[in-house]
């Protein structure tokens, strides 16, 4: 979805210049701790200066990176209705991810199982709105750890048909599924076309782990997939308890990381990451729900636009356990700030309790939180049909429109339809038993479940698909 942006802009010119000075002087002289040999050895080849695990950057190699990265590109789906076209002004929304714990729709919380990780996917196909999967719930009942991530892409491939998020094994399955080569993944790449994107998280303060810098040298280096830089810096705990110096430690681990990447496969795409929280120091945890927050993720996608880069924070995020008024509110202060701040990815869909849980029905309130946010923000179209000038000649003074072709023409685009928000007048809500929106939630996620018809996949296909998951299943 592309729109003029009303951006929220805390920081001025000067602010961001210094922001950016300063990044430099700490990658400069201070740098980055990276655990992969594999990574410092390509940072010495470039010439880097690398002392035991932490390396130190030039002014010159990090303008180099910055102008490298690309501000368009596209990221396939399977289905190509949901291939997304990413630019500076486009927005997408995929769920939240990675959460070990399910909240049902009273409140009881528990552990995720594949039978979760499953009605997820069925609720990201549902939904339009979801243009890419995530392993939503990490199944920690009945399934293995180290069998998690691979269950999840199996479980995304086989239920939806949309943009993939890339994991271990990714790669492979969605070759078996896609019908394609990991040459042909690498020579669309060159051409700005993409299969999938990968999250690359980086540990705060400024270290990026074996794991994830292998993660990345694999991704963009043998299929140049859009990386998804995810530092996730806590203010007083893991950064700086100011913001601004907050900002400051958040700009060199983007940074620093995009360097690595760009030393991989110069032009790779990367999205910057904002996602960042502040601390709440009478509990000493992260807090994602808090004002804090917001400022954080309106001025990083001000940091993100200034390099010219396409940004990825979080929607929906709230510090609540359970789908009450502050899990909506919070949810709807998140979803319009980042979006309004000109965040271009955007997951977090269904998220509870400062990412520790999942919900069905708190997936289903964000959606229309979403529509909210997307409506609220869908630029005005200034058509003769539109403005309907003539109509009001014809109209007239003390006439109506309700029983005009041009009302019945326009109104189902024009006005949105809620999903479960209800608009009754009071006899009637109270007739239909006094319903919340989380129990109308609740009854719309019984429906898609029951209704979820799942998207056509050759037999031979997934034949294939069945037989490399038990061919590799890590634990058996």
């Known amino acids: ?45 470039h010439g880097f200066k690398v002392d035991g695990d932490i390396v130190c950057y030039s002014e010159q190699a990090i303008e180099e990176a910055i102008k490298k ?41 528990r552990n995720a199982t594949p039978a979760d990780v499953d009605d997820f996917q069925k609720m990201i196909q549902h939904f339009d709105d979801m243009e890419c999967t995530r392993p939503i719930v990490q ?83 043998q299929y140049g997939t859009p990386l998804v830089i995810a530092p996730m810096p806590a203010a007083g705990t893991t950064a700086p308890c100011t913001i601004p110096g907050f900002l400051i430690q958040q700009n060199c681990e983007n940074i620093g990381t995009i360097v690595l990447a760009q030393l991989v496969n110069p032009g790779n795409p990367v999205f910057y990451g904002v996602m960042g929280s502040g601390t709440d120091f009478k509990i000493g945890s992260a807090v994602y729900g808090g004002p804090e927050t917001r400022i954080m993720e309106l001025a990083g996608a001000q940091i993100a636009k200034f390099y010219g880069m396409p940004c990825r924070g979080n929607g929906g995020l709230t ?46 309130l964000d959606c229309e939180i979403m529509g909210y946010v997307k409506r609220i923000l869908r630029p005005l179209e200034f058509t003769e049909e539109n403005m309907a000038a003539d109509l009001i000649k014809k109209v007239g003074p003390k006439g109506q429109y309700l029983t005009e072709e041009h009302t019945f023409n326009h109104f189902r685009e024009e006005f949105y339809d809620p999903i479960v928000f209800p608009r009754m007048s009071y006899n009637i809500w109270a007739e239909q038993g006094k319903k919340e929106a989380r129990e109308k939630a609740h009854e719309k996620v019984l429906e898609i479940l029951a209704n979820y018809q799942r998207p056509e996949m050759d037999p031979a296909v997934e034949r294939d698909l069945d037989k490399y998951v038990a061919e590799h299943w890590p634990v058996k």
């Open 1 to 45: 979805m592309d729109r003029g942006l009303d951006r929220l802009s805390p920081l001025k010119k000067s602010d961001l210049e210094q922001i950016h000075q300063k990044t430099a002087d700490i990658l400069v002289h201070t740098g980055m701790s990276f655990e992969s040999e594999k990574a410092r050895d390509i940072f010495r080849k």
């Open 69 to 109: 990265v690309p501000k368009e590109f596209k990221i396939l789906a399977k289905n190509p209705k949901h291939t997304m076209h990413v630019t500076l002004e486009s927005m997408h929304f995929h769920p939240g991810g990675g959460s070990p714990f399910v909240t049902d729709h009273q409140g009881v919380r």
């Open 139 to 221: 199944p920690s009942a009945g399934i293995p750890a180290q069998n998690a991530y691979m269950y999840c892409t199996y479980s995304a491939l086989k239920h939806t048909d949309k943009v993939m998020s890339l994991f271990e094994d990714g790669v492979d399955m969605m070759c078996i599924v896609y019908g394609i080569s990991k040459e042909k993944i690498r020579d669309d790449a060159r051409k700005g076309v993409h299969y999938g994107l990968s999250v690359i998280s980086v540990t705060s303060p400024l270290e990026l782990t074996v794991m994830q810098s292998d993660r990345l040298i694999e991704q963009a280096g």
């Open 319 to 364: 510090d609540a356990h359970f789908s009450d008024f502050q899990a909506g509110a919070e949810a709807a202060l998140h979803y319009y700030n980042v979006a309004r701040g000109g965040v271009n990815l955007i997951p977090g869909a269904g998220h509870l309790g400062s990412f520790l849980e999942q919900s069905l029905e708190q997936f289903v």
